[in-house]
């Protein structure tokens, strides 16, 4: 995964309380991306950002925000968890202009709530 | 109905066997279709990927796509043990635009 971090990787949280990912990338790349993947549900687009400060809902963006102050970074914050927010969540990215192909996708984040 | 549909398995075969990965969609906008592989408690990885209709050989992976019928398919010859993971199909408009990801269909390999 080069290019791009998730942290923390696993977290374990309860019901109720904010919890925020971090995703952090040293590509320089315009465009950022939440997923959440889920059995019977595959991978499903929380948020994204095509720029600093520049973000946009997906199709599961209920009970998230997303933050962007810095190209590098791109933050994910469940406001008050929910054990439906229990997950998998992956940060991608992705380049713009002629040859930009497809995503990079970090590790993901392995979320609990309990 | 999902703009990608795709098996999500599981499919299981035997060493050396080939492979047949699919997926329909229905947006006849979509001109780039990849293919996308995802190992056990890791992040999806672009395998390949295809302009438009026909084939495209990479290695023992061949993708193929068939506008007419919005059909998409990733062969897979001499399967081994180390190509068990998820193939997630990715079709989309223009090479950097937001990709709409199948479901993904599960395989493993055995020995």
């Known amino acids: 995964d080069a290019g791009i971090t998730q942290s923390p990787r696993h977290k374990v949280t309860e019901t109720g309380t904010p919890v925020t990912l971090r995703c952090h990338q040293t590509?320089?790349?315009?465009?950022m991306y939440w997923y959440r993947q889920d059995p019977g549900h595959g991978l499903r687009l929380i948020h994204y950002s095509y720029g600093v400060k520049d973000t946009d809902k997906g199709e599961v963006s209920d009970g998230y925000s997303v933050s962007r102050s810095k190209t590098e970074d791109f933050l994910l914050t469940l406001e008050s968890a929910t054990s439906s927010q229990t997950s998998v969540y992956f940060c991608?990215?992705?380049?713009?202009?002629?040859?930009?192909?497809?995503?990079?996708f970090g590790s993901g984040t392995r979320l609990t709530v309990v | 109905q999902k703009e990608v549909e795709q098996d999500p398995g599981p499919l299981s075969v035997p060493e050396g066997a080939i492979v047949s990965l699919n997926c329909t969609y229905s947006n006849s906008a979509f001109q780039y279709f990849m293919w996308y592989r995802q190992y056990s408690r890791k992040g999806p990885e672009l395998l390949m990927y295809?302009?438009?209709?026909g084939n495209k050989e990479d290695g023992r992976f061949t993708a193929q796509v068939d506008k007419s019928s919005k059909y998409i398919s990733l062969f897979i010859r001499d399967s081994q043990p180390s190509d068990s993971a998820t193939y997630l199909c990715a079709p989309t408009v223009t090479s950097g635009s937001r990709l709409t990801f199948g479901e993904g269909t599960q395989l493993t390999v055995n020995p």
């Open positions: 991608a990215i992705s380049a713009t202009g002629q040859g930009a192909i497809g995503y990079t």
């Open positions: 590509e320089n790349h315009r465009y």
């Open positions: 295809t302009y438009s209709s």
